[in-house]
């Protein structure tokens, strides 16, 4: 049972370009969160996509945007890259059905994009 | 704006040793989640804690999810260098349809 997977691995790229991530969620997941983590820090929520749409979205400008695909799968777009979006971008995948008053969220092992 | 404070930010022991590391807020959550991340890598999900006043027991690691659903600590007995990480702690509000609030992080070495 594949985990949660994100590609690429690394990315390097310079101020004022545009960037594209993206995560398939572990098998069974219908729901996919996308999170930012600058060096030292903790994740910092960006937004959250289930059934192709966005649910929720974080303090996150429109600069970063995104799609979910029917399989589930989801890109993270970032336009006019400015320096301080050098990061680790986190994706975690969850089940939004059920009554469970909450729902785990399993996390890929990101992309490190760093910002010229 | 929910936030989560953990202390310590840094801990640096020797292997043996106890700790306790503290997630503090203001505001209530439904759920609280302890994960673990490696350097490169992303966060493993420890433990979830729903219930005020819950206490898991992982092996060496003990988590405490407060009476008001608050605050959470997560205690190491008896640390061994493979505790060496990231600890970080999540919280999820009511109705907040798995969005995490997390923590700074609480960066752990244990020295043989």
């Known amino acids: 049972d594949a985990g949660v997977t994100q590609s690429p691995t690394h990315l390097i790229k310079t101020r004022g370009q545009q960037v594209t991530l993206r995560c398939s969620p572990k098998s069974g997941h219908d729901t996919v969160s996308w999170y930012q983590q600058a060096l030292g820090q903790g994740p910092q929520f960006i937004f959250q996509?289930?059934?192709?749409?966005?649910?929720q979205r974080g303090n996150f400008p429109d600069r970063f945007s995104g799609h979910q695909f029917p399989n589930y799968s989801s890109e993270l777009n970032v336009n006019a890259l400015l320096l301080g979006d050098s990061a680790l971008y986190l994706c975690?995948?969850?089940?939004?059905?059920?009554?469970?008053?909450?729902?785990?969220?399993?996390f890929g092992p990101g992309t490190r994009l760093t910002v010229l | 704006t929910q936030l989560l404070e953990q202390s310590p930010q840094f801990l640096s022991i020797q292997e043996g040793e106890n700790l306790t590391v503290y997630c503090n807020s203001s505001s209530v959550f439904s759920s609280l989640q302890w994960y673990r991340q490696e350097p490169g890598e992303g966060p493993v999900l420890l433990v979830t804690?729903?219930?005020?006043?819950e206490v898991k027991k992982l092996k060496r690691l003990t988590f405490q999810f407060g009476d008001a659903r608050k605050d959470s600590s997560l205690h190491i007995t008896a640390a061994q260098p493979g505790d060496t990480g990231l600890y970080l702690c999540?919280?999820?509000?009511?109705?907040?349809?798995?969005?995490?609030?997390f923590g700074g992080g609480t960066r752990l070495m244990v020295k043989p």
């Open positions: 975690a995948s969850s089940w939004r059905g059920g009554f469970s008053s909450y729902n785990e969220q399993f």
């Open positions: 996509y289930y059934e192709e749409e966005e649910r």
């Open positions: 999540a919280g999820e509000a009511n109705n907040a349809g798995n969005m995490l609030t």
């Open positions: 804690v729903v219930t005020g006043g």
